[in-house]
């Protein structure tokens, strides 16, 4: 496997390729901050969970750095993270509760992780593979990935996209090639 | 009326998690789905819950929910008729 482009996002830095991205906002805003910057043109982007948000940006900064033929090429989406959709599911919990028992659609249809690798392959119009795993530890990930992507000269987005609670997320993911 | 249809495009905005939107932005006439906000499914189901939550009406006729959700106005109208709270 190789590694096309790498990014790392925490609640206070962004480090695409090795070389850190300047940023104004912390925590959720700086996600907010991210899509203004580098996406712009796509609203449903402020109707996604802080998870999807997460790995929204992370690919998009990734085949942001890729030639146009590299995101054509995309075939598979395999992120995995250890708390699922936890803070999305809170959320929506809170809009169950006793006494207030209005529950949120828009909440509801983020309480599965695998949605935002829906939501990459929605937006780059990528047709293969996506699945999303939960898993102890980022290293589990490279053998599920190595068993996906079989065939040869395959692309994939892969990685970590850790969100737990408000304000505290994780990602690391990489396009990477099978040569 | 008018005092409706701002509060009403307020609570839109909020409910729908319009970030970069204002009230202004929003044309009382305009249709609400397809073309002019352009609202899907799910945009649907949290009006029909704006609305039970905010003014007690509770919209339970698919066929009554189509007229209601034309625009920001026929929204407005149907709450001033049937609001119960």
Same mark, same amino acid.
């Given at each position: ?28 805003k ?17 109707k ?30 395999i992120?995995? !993270? ?5 803070? !999305? ?10 006494? !207030? ?8 249809v ?35 990935v ?14 970590w ?17 099978? !040569? | ?30 249709p ?25 009406i ?28």
């Amino acid at each position: 496997m190789q590694v096309i482009h790498d990014i790392e996002i925490t609640t206070t830095s962004v480090l695409l390729d090795g070389k850190t991205i300047a940023v104004e906002q912390t925590g959720d805003k700086l996600l907010v901050e991210l899509y203004r910057r580098y996406a712009g043109d796509y609203p449903k982007f402020f109707k996604m969970d802080t998870l999807s948000r997460l790995g929204f940006i992370a690919a998009e900064l990734l085949l942001k750095q890729s030639a146009i033929s590299d995101q054509q090429l995309v075939d598979a989406v395999i992120l995995a !993270n250890r708390s699922a959709s936890i803070k !999305n599911d809170t959320d929506y919990l809170a809009t169950i509760t006793e006494g !207030n028992y209005y529950p949120s659609p828009a909440l509801f249809v983020y309480t599965l992780p695998n949605i935002v690798t829906g939501e990459i392959a929605i937006r780059h119009h990528i047709q293969g593979e996506t699945s999303f795993y939960i898993l102890n530890s980022p290293e589990q990930l490279k053998p599920i990935v190595a068993s996906t992507l079989t065939a040869k000269h395959s692309t994939a987005l892969v990685g970590w996209c850790e969100c737990s609670k408000q304000d505290n997320f994780y990602a690391k993911m990489q396009l990477i090639w099978r !040569n | 009326m008018e005092k409706l249809i701002e509060q009403l495009k307020a609570q839109i905005i909020e409910a729908l998690n319009f970030e970069d939107m204002t009230p202004a932005d929003i044309d009382t006439d305009a249709p609400l789905f397809g073309e002019g906000l352009g609202l899907d499914s799910i945009d649907a189901l949290e009006l029909i819950m704006l609305m039970d939550r905010e003014y007690g009406i509770k919209l339970s006729d698919p066929k009554a929910g189509k007229a209601v959700f034309q625009s920001v106005r026929t929204m407005a109208e149907y709450i001033q008729a049937n609001r119960t709270k």
